[in-house]
């Protein structure tokens, strides 16, 4: 018997079980469709006098990914979730969930509803609302929190972690798990309490186990979410939802959990956050100029892997690529250096093991002086010091001795790709992969293809970052790539800000406050200032016999900020020297405090400068450093470095702190108005005339002479420009 007209199906299994498949490729997303199925099965199962219990599963075995987050946007229609959900769990039939592979959001709610849950032992489990600016507003946080108690409901639901079966057992979510088929394990067991009455299996009739310290737990959760928050209101709203399970009754909680949940739903920042998820997926679905894109592309099989160079972004690209399972030789010729490099990259190996409770994958790893000892291997990534003639140096030692076909990547964070591969035999083998500093936890990674670059490379160093759990984003070739090159105008504003009046701190409190984990400065000073003197310096910016006036202020035609410079003369690199733009009580730690030395020092500045002082307040701060910045990510899409906005938002995002309830610079753009914008820059640009980077692009000028079309519309846009240049 079987029904498979809906997005449910129906059969009678064993004899007295009903049994309804959720259909909804690739993750049965309970859609509008899904949700009437279920209400139309699970009617059809109760009154079926033949059937005994009720067992809930999904297709293909994946349980349920949770409410269809791309009806979100649209007007909703169907069944909504709550009655469903209450109404499963009101059944005086045992209803039973089969979990495989995920249950989630609105699926694991549906699965709470249930009277009992069977999960098989690769399951996760979750209710990752939060991350999409939202919270489980189908009876989630009432059910959990009544379930297994307000302190683990309230890590769970603020934070959207994944749990194991084996922890989601342990918690009390779920009631068995199995190695075997869950959903046979749940027929069998479906059928062994039935007839039972269930009345001790709803969920929402169980009182919400209080702890003792009720007022302070609630406190010192809401002041740890507001405090990473950094100004999303989702989690906020999960902690108010769990506080309303605790102290009111059921249906009463419910209504609170709905009212938040209403505010939470039409806020810009759901938007800012659903369009993230979208747009961390559609960049894998990557295209360059020429044409070639990812479903035509085939990466190269890749079993054995080499790294050239064990400093910090060495080590942690190792550790990066051996946890993947891959066989890693990594190679160092400086003996100091490797004997160093193996015991951080054991300790890094060992840390995560346990962490993730696996095996540390250390015998993944051979290690060398010698780089003959990359002969036989499929890729290597070069990590040397960012110097082109050291990486010439070693490409052309690699492509002597690798076997032919070996992909060769070089680890750059601004270097020209192109060049580098314009110097090798097969220059169509060279990628650029510029990882982010720790390479073994940061989630950003920008593929960078040149001219020459094959797609192959291209899907091949494509497949390896998402192998290694990373966000993987092909990016053109040029200075500075996405990232970096979007910095720099960000970075200046910053400098020129502190000329005209500003202080580190005012910057850096605006920025905050906007969302970023820590302002321009404070990132400055972690990171090192001397890293960008370097850059300056061989761009040749740097003019050690500084004159005063406005001259001294002007680089190659354009106004030039020394104040950077001028620090690094002191020996003030940062964080790791004690001071920087702030200072710190000892080398090396990390709480800025404020400087005398630097206040004076930017009053006798500006004097020595002739520059007066004025008032800069956050806005100000906010629109010369983002519009900046974002006005430089237009040039991007000009030049079609990047394919399309989402792939900088999703760099932005990952890579540099950019807060995700904000989506990244170009759907901020989008929201702010882009022909809002174009003004603030045309202002900036005539109190700034020489500095290019206030500039307006001539894409945002397109895009605001056509109407300002919502972000998903700019490709079409970005294209027609292109074919006109
Ligand atoms: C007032 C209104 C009241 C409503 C009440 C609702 C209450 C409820 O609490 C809200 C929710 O459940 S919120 C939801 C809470 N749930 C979540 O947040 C879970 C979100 N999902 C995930 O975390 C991951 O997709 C999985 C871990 C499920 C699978 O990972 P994986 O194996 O690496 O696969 P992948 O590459 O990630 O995805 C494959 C494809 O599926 C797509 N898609 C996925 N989920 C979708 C969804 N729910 N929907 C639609 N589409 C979804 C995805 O876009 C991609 O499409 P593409 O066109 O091929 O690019």
């Known amino acids: ?80 979730l ?74 769970l639901i603020t934070t959207g972690i994944h749990v194991t079966a084996a922890q989601a057992l342990q918690l009390g979510i779920v009631d068995q798990v199995t190695d075997h088929n869950a959903v046979e394990v749940a027929v069998t067991f479906s059928l062994s309490v039935a007839g039972q009455s269930m009345d001790a299996r709803r969920i929402s009739t169980y009182p919400c186990p209080l702890p003792s310290d009720f007022d302070a737990l609630f406190e010192g959760v809401m002041q740890k979410v507001r405090q990473s928050a950094r100004g999303a209101i989702a989690p906020v709203a999960c902690v108010q939802a769990v506080r309303a399970a605790a102290t009111l009754p059921y249906t009463k909680g419910m209504e609170r959990e709905q009212e938040l949940m209403a505010t939470l739903f039409t806020s810009g920042q759901a938007r800012a956050q659903q369009y993230c998820f979208f747009a961390q997926r559609a960049v894998g679905r990557w295209r360059m100029p020429s044409g070639a894109r990812w479903e035509t592309s085939k990466p190269m099989p890749v079993h054995k892997a080499a790294v050239i160079g064990l400093g910090t972004m060495g080590r942690g690209i190792t550790v990066a690529l051996a946890q993947t399972g891959l066989s890693v030789v990594a190679v160092e010729t400086q003996e100091k250096q490797l004997m160093e490099a193996k015991q951080a990259v054991s300790g890094m190996l060992e840390r995560g093991a346990k962490r993730h409770g696996v095996a540390p994958m250390l015998d993944r790893i051979s290690y060398s002086q010698n780089i003959q000892a990359v002969a036989e291997v499929d890729l290597v990534i070069e990590a040397v010091f960012e110097d082109m003639a050291l990486k010439t140096e070693v490409f052309q030692q690699l492509s002597a001795v690798c076997k032919p076909g070996t992909l060769l990547c070089t680890n750059t964070s601004a270097l020209d790709v192109d060049k580098l591969a314009s110097e090798m035999p097969n220059p169509e083998l060279v990628v650029g992969m510029h990882f982010f500093a720790p390479a073994h936890v940061m989630k950003l990674l920008e593929v960078v293809y040149g001219p020459r670059s094959s797609p192959q490379a291209v899907a091949t160093a494509m497949q390896l970052g998402k192998k290694m ?100 003369e002191q020996g003030r690199f940062g964080q790791k020297t004690g001071q920087g733009w702030y200072r710190y009580d000892k080398p090396g730690s990390r709480v800025a405090r404020s400087d005398p030395w630097l206040h004076s020092f930017l009053v006798e500045y500006r004097a020595r400068h002739g520059l007066v002082p004025r008032s800069i307040d956050h806005q100000e701060v906010l629109e010369r450093c983002l519009y900046a910045l974002i006005n430089e990510g ?57 500095v290019p980077y206030l500039q307006p692009s001539s894409l945002l000028r397109r895009l605001v002479a056509s109407d300002s079309p919502p972000i998903h519309r700019w490709r079409e846009v970005i294209k027609k420009y292109q074919s006109q240049l």
């Open 634 to 690: 237009f040039r991007i899409l000009e030049d079609g470095i990047a394919a399309g906005p989402e792939d900088i938002d999703v760099i932005y995002v990952f890579g540099y702190g950019w807060p995700r309830h904000r989506g990244g610079p170009m759907f901020y753009a989008s929201m702010v108005g882009l022909a809002k914008i174009l003004e603030r820059l045309e202002h900036y640009q005539q109190a700034h005339p020489d």
């Open 1 to 80: 018997m079987c029904d498979k007209g809906s997005m449910a199906q129906y059969t009678r299994v064993s004899g007295f079980v009903g049994l309804i498949t959720l259909q909804n490729p690739p993750v049965n997303a309970l859609s509008a469709a899904v949700r009437q199925g279920i209400v139309d099965m699970v009617e059809r199962a109760l009154s079926d006098p033949i059937v005994k219990s009720v067992v809930i599963c999904g297709q293909n075995g994946n349980f349920c990914g949770g409410a269809d987050i791309k009806e979100f946007g649209t007007n909703m229609s169907g069944p909504p």
């Open 82 to 155: 709550v009655p469903m959900i209450d109404a499963i769990e009101a059944a005086n039939k045992p209803v039973v969930a089969a979990i495989e592979g995920s249950a989630l959001g609105g699926g694991l709610e549906l699965a709470l509803g249930c009277h009992y849950r069977i999960a098989h032992s690769k399951a996760r489990l979750g209710l990752p609302e939060v991350t999409l600016g939202l919270l489980p507003a189908a009876g989630g946080t009432q059910r959990l929190s009544r379930l297994i108690g307000v302190p683990a409901a309230l890590n």
């Open 469 to 568: 759990g990373k966000v993987s984003v092909a990016v053109g070739n040029c200075r500075g790539f996405v990232g970096n090159r979007m910095l720099m105008p960000y970075l200046q504003q910053a400098f020129f800000l502190l000329e005209e009046g500003a202080t580190p701190e005012l910057v850096d409190r605006a920025l905050e406050e906007f969302g970023f984990p820590m302002g321009v400065f404070r990132m400055s000073d972690l990171s090192g200032l001397d890293i960008g003197w370097r850059v300056r310096k061989r761009d040749e910016l740097v003019e050690p016999d500084m004159a005063s006036g406005q001259s001294a202020r002007i680089r190659q035609g354009s106004r030039y900020s020394p104040l950077g410079d001028l620090l690094c």
